[in-house]
């Protein structure tokens, strides 16, 4: 039976009626038009699904979506916080020519963020531990990898700039 | 492919849960989900009710204790166990194993719980928590009790759970002064994929001499699986690299290996002795730190 829930994504809140084996990620591209989510592998190994919930990235392939009531939820469409400039993890990526196809763009943003909230300042090594559950099928990983680092860097300039 | 459709229910206390699993007795628990939900997309498991634990308040606790030890809830998320302060610095093998399970995604939704009770022979948390003897905690509609883990897997998916029963906690003791812990897995995509053999052990020596240990083998037989001949090699002896590997020799006998889509078991049983051998004595140096 389908239960009217409540979503709080990317800041809005939308209400919607679900069945409890809907995912987010159904959700989210078919009853909220979100379509920066992507879906892939359906299993969490590709992370193309991959949104922000509480501060987190996790897979919407495998979260349903009733038990997101309550929750912040961000995708890729509510990562510039303007809306009209690119957050710098999106910014670097264009830049770094980090985005073939795009598919896989989405999710490697998020997860990427999810490091940088974490780590300001990662190595090599910790970008490419982060990104393992993301896979690129264009392959065009030394770029993301690349773009995430000049992204910390971007962001930790900023925040120190608005502490001092 | 979309999920089959089931009934959802999120109880709040541990005793509703209970309840519902009595009333409703083709009902299926669920943590993260990261194992169930795979199960119902690509393998056809169908199930009708799910009981989610995630709503019971205080279930997601992680406490330590200087004399208890360390606890862990039944919806604690493996990426908090891996970056939990008091696991880091007395339990860094827990929090290895949480670290090395799956990718990011999954850590931030998945259990070491729901690890051990989805009872993979390869269930990465499982090996250490074995070597440290752990024991779990159980809630069911006849009252708690307790279970040492190594008799809590009895096959592959089978655990000594019994109708409407679920795991509450698993709890860790204190190590003993000088000992040491270490725990090595391979597998053909690093930590992404599940381990297609692992060893654990504990270590705890007195001068140099081997006090005790307890080793176990993870992804060679139908459980992760006790090597006691092998401990048997060095209990009670200095622990010279000569007597590690013949405990590494002893151990890949002990081992049951079978051939699989991770590894062959010629590859196993010789990756055991490698690794029991690693293992000891990475061990033997932590605990004599
Ligand atoms: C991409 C990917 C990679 C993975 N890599 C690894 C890996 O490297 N190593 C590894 O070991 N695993 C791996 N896994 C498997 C899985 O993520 C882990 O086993 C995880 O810890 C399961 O926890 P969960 O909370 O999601 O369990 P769930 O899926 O919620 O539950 C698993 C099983 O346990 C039962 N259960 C859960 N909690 C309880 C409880 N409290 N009481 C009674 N029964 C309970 C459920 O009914 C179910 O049968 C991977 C999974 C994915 C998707
Ligand atoms: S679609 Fe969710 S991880 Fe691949
Ligand atoms: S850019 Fe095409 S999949 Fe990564």
């Known amino acids: 039976m389908k239960q009217i829930i409540e979503l709080n994504v990317n800041g809005e809140s939308y209400t919607v009626a679900v069945n409890p084996w809907q995912t987010l990620n159904e959700v989210l591209r078919e009853e909220i038009n979100l379509t920066g989510v992507k879906l892939g592998c359906g299993s969490g190994d590709c992370g193309a699904c991959t949104v922000m919930v509480d501060g987190r990235a996790v897979s919407s392939c495998l979260s349903l979506a009733v038990e997101m009531v309550g929750k912040e939820i961000m995708t890729v469409e509510g990562m510039a916080p303007s809306g009209e400039e690119l957050h710098p993890i999106q910014e670097s990526f264009v830049k770094k020519g980090a985005i073939q196809c795009g598919f896989c763009t989405p999710g490697m943003e998020l997860t990427a963020l999810n490091l940088l909230n974490n780590n300001p300042s990662p190595t090599y090594n910790e970008i490419r531990e982060a990104l393992a559950g993301n896979l690129c099928r264009c392959t065009g990983y030394k770029k993301i990898i690349e773009a995430v680092g000049a992204a910390g860097q971007k962001m930790k300039e900023a925040s120190e700039r608005k502490t001092s | ?289």
């Open chain 2, 1 to 289: 492919m979309r999920l089959s459709h089931f009934d959802y229910y999120a109880p709040t206390t541990v005793a509703d849960a209970i309840s519902l699993l009595q009333s409703k007795p083709d009902a299926h628990v669920m943590a993260g989900g990261t194992d169930l939900l795979i199960k119902m997309r690509h393998a056809g498991l169908k199930l009708k009710t799910i009981i989610s634990l995630k709503s019971i308040s205080g279930l997601n606790t992680i406490a330590f204790d200087e004399t208890k030890g360390l606890t862990i809830g039944a919806t604690a998320l493996l990426a908090d166990v891996a970056i939990h302060p008091d696991i880091l610095k007395y339990y860094p093998t827990v929090a290895q194993a949480a670290r090395g399970t799956a990718n990011v995604q999954v850590r931030n939704m998945g259990t070491v719980i729901g690890n051990l009770c989805n009872a993979s022979p390869a269930a990465d948390n499982a090996p250490t928590l074995l070597a440290m003897g752990a024991e779990v905690h159980i809630q069911g509609p006849s009252g708690k009790r307790t279970v040492p883990l190594d008799q809590f897997f009895k096959g592959p998916g089978m655990t000594a759970l019994e109708p409407a029963e679920i795991v509450t906690a698993v709890h860790v003791p204190r190590l003993t002064p000088h000992s040491g812990t270490a725990y090595i897995s391979l597998s053909a995509r690093g930590q992404l994929d599940c381990s297609a053999v692992g060893v654990a052990t504990m270590v705890t020596l007195k001068e140099k001499v081997c006090e005790d240990t307890r080793i176990f083998v993870g992804a060679c037989g139908p459980t992760p699986i006790r090597v006691p001949k092998a401990e048997t090699i060095v209990r009670g002896k200095e622990l010279t690299d000569d007597l590690i590997d013949q405990a590494g020799v002893q151990a890949s006998a002990e081992a049951t290996p079978i051939t699989d889509v991770r590894a062959s078991a010629d590859y196993r049983e010789k990756m055991v002795a490698v690794l029991t051998r690693r293992v000891l004595s990475q061990a033997r140096k932590r605990a004599s730190e």
